[in-house]
């Protein structure tokens, strides 16, 4: 069972990927404020994040790679956004610790799909 995170500030996103990633059998908090992400990560200790990029008042950027304990690797991450130019400015996801991404509005079998896939990556 994968633990997963979704920080969204919109709380009818958070509810609805909730709902449908616990129905495939994950174990899902969905996050409203991203200034407790740090804490939830710490507490909760998940295995994927589902962040979103626009984030009142919250540097995405700066919080990535996101870390588990100081000395972990960086959390997988799917970033999701409704701005089709928001990763033109960063050169390398992958060294943020982002496995994907995803642009809203999202199918649910596109969802479904990253999330496998970072699972699948995060086992190897």
């Known amino acids: 069972m994968t633990r997963i995170l979704v920080v969204d ?3 009818d996103i958070g509810r609805l ?10 174990q899902v908090r969905p996050l ?9 990560i710490t ?5 994927l994040v589902l962040l979103d990029v626009n984030l009142p008042y919250f540097d995405v950027w700066a919080a990535l790679p996101l870390k588990s304990a100081p000395a972990a690797l960086p959390l997988p991450v799917i970033l999701m956004t409704g ?8 050169a390398d996801l992958g060294a943020l ?6 642009f809203k509005p999202f ?9 496998e896939c970072a699972c699948r990556l995060q086992s190897v």
């Open 9 to 11: 500030d919109d709380a």
């Open 17 to 26: 990927v909730a709902e449908v990633l616990g129905d495939e059998g994950h």
């Open 32 to 40: 409203t404020r991203p200034q407790e992400l740090a804490a939830a």
């Open 43 to 47: 507490s909760w200790q998940p295995d």
């Open 83 to 90: 701005d089709r130019n928001a990763f033109n400015a960063v």
């Open 97 to 102: 610790g982002v496995t994907g991404h995803l």
């Open 107 to 115: 199918e649910l079998t596109e969802l479904l799909a990253s999330v």
